[in-house]
């Protein structure tokens, strides 16, 4: 790890070969290009390290996953509400709260006749999917 480091973080700009990285010849780049080895010579730790470790990962949106819509039941009125398989069943609640003017903390939820946890997950439920009905009620 050591040289690692001190390949990437060192005062002196050697020139670092790089290898599975095109290089583009129009641009303003310094490098030199001597067969099939292509080298930087300077640039800053960013530039020798990216040419060194490519980034292949993607990058990780809220976009990307999955919401699931839950139809939450109050007096007789329905709203669905779009919510993250990983988010607590409080998030649930509050927004259901905001929604019908109520307090949380005289509120719960019931789903098929049983009052689900505000510090579980939406995922810890596995009836409770996409297009389920779940009650909002007053806390005894």
Request: proline share 4%.
């Amino acid at each position: 790890m050591g040289s690692i480091y001190s390949l990437i973080f060192s005062e002196e700009h050697q020139p670092t070969e790089v290898t599975d990285v095109q290089q583009d010849s129009s641009s303003p780049e310094s490098s030199v290009n001597e067969g099939n080895q292509s080298f930087i010579q300077d640039g800053d730790v960013t530039q020798r390290t990216d040419a060194m470790f490519p980034c292949t990962t993607t990058f990780d949106h809220t976009d990307d996953v999955d919401k699931k819509s839950i139809y939450v039941i109050c007096a007789g009125k329905s709203k669905e509400f779009f919510v993250f398989p990983l988010e607590k069943i409080s998030v649930l609640l509050q927004e259901a709260c905001d929604w019908t003017d109520k307090k949380p903390q005289r509120m719960t939820l019931v789903f098929q006749g049983e009052h689900l946890d505000v510090m579980k997950t939406m995922s810890e439920y596995s009836g409770l999917r996409a297009g389920s009905k779940v009650n909002l009620i007053r806390a005894f």
